[in-house]
């Protein structure tokens, strides 16, 4: 057990890095973790809503003894013949539309969307990216250059980078009383590729998160998708969903979170990422054969010494096989579901309450200080992560983290769900009125 010095010490060395600690003046140390459970060096148990890595719970004993069963026989190169990387590739493929045939396996969600971003513009021939405002789509270089969440900060804006409005129905330009939103929210898309034409510039991808996170668990409108795929195929560019938050069933009704769009639409690209290896690091990029032949063909031989390794895939189809066998679409589904509608219960006795959005369980629900304006309630927000004190671990997100967000691991119950809400509607009710002296 570490002292109070000691505490303090790494406390003060993580502060001074680039890495945020969660809750960082009092920082938690977890020494062991199971289901949806986290436990401190004391014993103490939280109830872990932050964990969206650890799709099928913490230390899930299948996924474990996969990953111990394949190192102990065999861990190499993925330029060896292997059985794994195959049967991987062939039950992925099983849930994406047949037109995604062909997987290029990594290590990373950003190692999956800088990939992505080769491919579309080895296809298409052309260099410009449009993105959503707020979005992230990870720390490598490429990657911070397509990120407004990231790039925003750092006070620049490569001129191959276009941003499009987020199709925020909540506070956006076009809200939930529009006649279509989908429609206008496109519509602000080909706006942005109609300026890019014009400057002499062309297109190679749109890209996007199916469901925004950073940007505050935004629901896209059905069918904004489709009519952007439309207009991006149009100028000749590809659009990519960036799945490394929201895949593997999450959603509950569907597998993939671009599939609520409906099955007219398809991606050209598809990343994937986190839950995939349940904590194991294991990422894939899945797209059409015509894109990877285009790439194929360009004589740069592509590898990766680690993607795809038989200890990365052994991990990959143990998490496929719980999905599976412990019903956790469904679970989502039903859990999340009644979790949203315990949050929107809220909003009839707490007018801070402003908007309640989320499928599955990739929920949200933003705090205002008032309803008409809407005005982030930002400090409110931080000051219920408080609930790390009732032994309940939260987040927050959005352009301005007034978004608490639950992205939990797929085991979350019904009794976690009614515990989080409670505990949600005790702090409202109470507490939270500290904030009116904290903040004068």
């Known amino acids: 057990m570490r002292t109070a010095r000691e505490a303090k010490l790494h406390t003060h060395l993580f502060q001074r890095q680039s890495c945020r600690l969660f809750f960082s003046e009092d ?9 949806q459970y986290l436990y401190d060096e004391n014993g103490v148990e939280y109830l872990d809503c932050i ?4 799709h099928v719970g913490h230390c899930h004993p299948l996924v474990t003894k996969a990953a111990a069963a394949q190192m102990e026989l065999l861990n190499a190169n993925s330029r060896f013949l292997h059985d794994n990387i195959v049967h991987y590739a062939t039950r992925l493929a099983a849930t994406l539309p047949p037109k995604l045939s062909v997987f290029y396996f990594v290590n990373s ?3 999956a969307n800088d990939l992505a971003l080769r491919l579309a513009r080895q296809h298409t021939q052309n260099e410009d990216v449009v993105v959503l405002d707020h979005a992230y789509h990870g720390h490598l270089t490429s990657l911070i250059d397509i990120s407004p969440y990231k790039f925003r900060k750092l006070g620049r804006q490569k001129e191959w980078v276009h941003v499009a409005p987020l199709p925020d129905t909540y506070r956006g330009e076009f809200r939930e009383t529009h006649p279509d939103p989908a429609q206008a929210y496109a519509d602000t898309v080909k706006e942005v590729i109609d300026q890019v034409h014009s400057k002499g510039r062309k297109v190679a991808a749109f890209f996007a998160e199916s469901l925004p996170s950073v940007g505050g668990q935004i629901i896209m409108p059905y069918g904004y998708c ?6 991006v195929h149009a100028v000749g560019g590809v659009y990519v969903a960036d799945e490394v938050q929201t895949g593997f069933g999450r959603v509950g009704s569907h597998y993939w979170a671009f599939q609520l769009q409906g099955e007219a639409f398809c991606p050209d690209i598809v990343t994937m990422g986190k839950p995939m290896g349940n904590g194991h690091p294991l990422a894939c990029v899945v797209t059409t054969a015509e894109i990877a032949k285009a790439f194929t063909d360009n004589g740069v031989e592509y590898f990766n010494t680690f993607g795809g390794n038989p200890v990365s895939c052994a991990v990959g189809l143990a998490v496929l ?9 469904a679970n989502a ?3 999340g579901g009644h979790l949203k509608e315990l949050l929107t219960e809220l909003q009839s006795r707490h007018a801070m309450m402003g908007d309640v959005r989320g499928v599955g369980l990739f929920l ?10 809407r005005t982030p309630a930002t400090e409110e927000a931080a000051f219920l992560l408080r609930l790390r004190e009732r032994q309940i671990c939260v987040s927050t997100d959005g352009p301005w983290e007034s978004v608490v967000k639950f992205k939990p691991p797929m085991c979350f119950s019904m009794v976690d769900a009614e515990r989080v809400v409670g505990n949600i509607d005790e702090i409202l009710a109470g507490e939270i009125h500290v904030i009116n002296i904290l903040y004068s």
């Open 109 to 111: 969600g950003s190692e």
């Open 51 to 54: 964990s969206n890595v650890q």
């Open 333 to 335: 589904l039903r859990v």
């Open 226 to 231: 489709s009519k952007v795929a439309e207009y």
């Open 27 to 35: 920082p938690i140390k977890i020494v062991r973790a199971r289901g």
């Open 364 to 373: 949200g629900f933003e705090l205002v200080k008032d309803q008409t304006e």
């Open 321 to 329: 096989d719980v999905i599976e066998k412990e019903n956790l679409m």
